[in-house]
């Protein structure tokens, strides 16, 4: 009857436009998340509601479904029981390494550096205020300060001066994600653009698709837009880095590489071994996108030409406070300022509950350029407005 049963760990909106993606191949859908009526739970077959750093409820939910692929979508995942349930034969995608080397900044940053030699940032991890000083003393000022878990660039902050450390860090710890008061210390790049290169691991090998430019603010991406014109020498040095780090971590699917591209380097900066929230772009912008792209992988499904459409952008609709009672307003006249020759379209995620600065949906444009196509979709998000009953 079904083509494969999937386990979504995570059910937010990226776990949402995958689920789409998979139900038009006929897959089965079991969405699991911490709280109830997630987005992907909304059209899944079946749902399970739980902390996925409770490692107990994780397996009696694989138990009970027994599905043919554990597809984890967010970083805060119980990974010794993911490691566990793949050595006794359940596959995890694309695989329980990558999920767990990548849960923690820690984990993928120094696989990248030391075990594989990419180029990377200064860098340094400390776990207090004082080892946070000691650690910007090493790196330089001013400094990037992250937890080493968060998930969509929460509690990400810059310290320009040895003052704002105390600040930074205290940021970065009440943004973390998990139990673990830990962050990084990073050197501050003056870098030229901020990429994400889409990296699919197939059967077959290594494709990329077309790099990702990105705007973030507070750590959150804001808007995105594909392509980006950098040069083919530093586009073969983010290739090959990213060709590398997807190979040594194992397994079939998407990966979100993140670089640093400053003059004639590529900095590797971070890893997903899922698709990332920058290539929400993709769903207008690229043929398949990249939910396709990731399903198809997984599953060991043939991966066709990945062909662009045109410059497309997508900018972020966001909440303003926490509500669990509102309506969005203003998605007529968004989708009217689309046209033939440059379409706009909206994907709202059905969240149950605003939050301040929680994104709630995007709008997505194409236009002649990658200019022109942002500020369309910035002015398409800022028409969708969110009231508060």
């Known amino acids: 009857m079904y083509l494969a049963t999937l386990m979504l760990l995570g059910s937010g909106e990226l776990g949402r436009e995958f689920a789409i993606a998979a139900k038009r191949l006929g897959c089965r859908i079991i969405a699991c998340d911490r709280y109830a009526n997630a987005p992907a739970m909304q059209l899944a077959d079946a749902a399970e509601v739980f902390p996925m750093l409770h490692g107990d409820a994780l397996r009696t939910a694989v138990e009970r479904h027994r599905p043919d692929v554990i597809v984890p979508e967010i970083e805060a995942i119980d990974t010794d029981t993911l490691v566990a349930l793949e050595q006794e034969g359940w596959r995890v995608a694309p695989s329980a390494k990558a999920v767990r080397l990548t849960m923690n900044r820690d984990g993928i940053r120094d696989f990248a550096a030391k075990e594989l030699g990419l180029t990377t940032s200064r860098y340094a991890f400390v776990e207090s205020r004082e080892e946070a000083l000691a650690a910007a003393i090493g790196v330089g000022l001013p400094c990037v300060v992250k937890p080493v878990m968060s998930s969509s660039g929460k509690g990400q902050s810059v310290a320009r001066t040895s003052d704002e450390l105390g600040a930074a860090w205290d940021y970065a710890v009440a943004n973390m994600r998990g139990e673990r008061a830990r962050a990084i210390v990073e050197e501050f790049i003056l870098f030229d653009s901020e990429i994400t290169l889409l990296t699919v ?189």
């Open 201 to 389: 691991a197939t059967r077959g090998g290594v494709n990329f698709c077309a790099p990702i430019g990105h705007r973030q603010e507070m750590g959150d991406y804001r808007e995105s837009w594909q392509p980006v014109a950098i040069s083919d020498a530093v586009l073969a040095s983010a290739q090959a880095q990213a060709e590398k780090v997807v190979s040594a971590l194992g397994g079939h699917g998407l990966f979100g590489v993140e670089f640093f591209i400053a003059g004639d380097r590529a900095i590797f900066s971070e890893l997903s071994p899922r698709p990332h929230d920058t290539g929400m772009v993709t769903l207008i912008g690229q043929a398949p996108n990249q939910f396709e792209l990731h399903l198809r992988a997984i599953l060991g499904m043939p991966i066709p030409a990945i062909e662009l459409a045109g410059a497309s952008a997508s900018a972020v609709i966001l909440a303003g406070r926490q509500s669990s009672d509102f309506s969005f307003h203003g998605v007529a006249e968004a989708l009217a300022l689309g046209r033939a020759e440059a379409p706009v379209d909206l994907r709202l995620f059905c969240k149950p509950e605003t939050l301040p600065r929680r994104r709630m949906g995007v709008a997505l444009a194409r236009g002649a350029t990658v200019e022109d196509a942002t500020e369309t979709a910035v002015a398409a998000a800022q028409l969708v407005r969110i009231r508060y009953h």
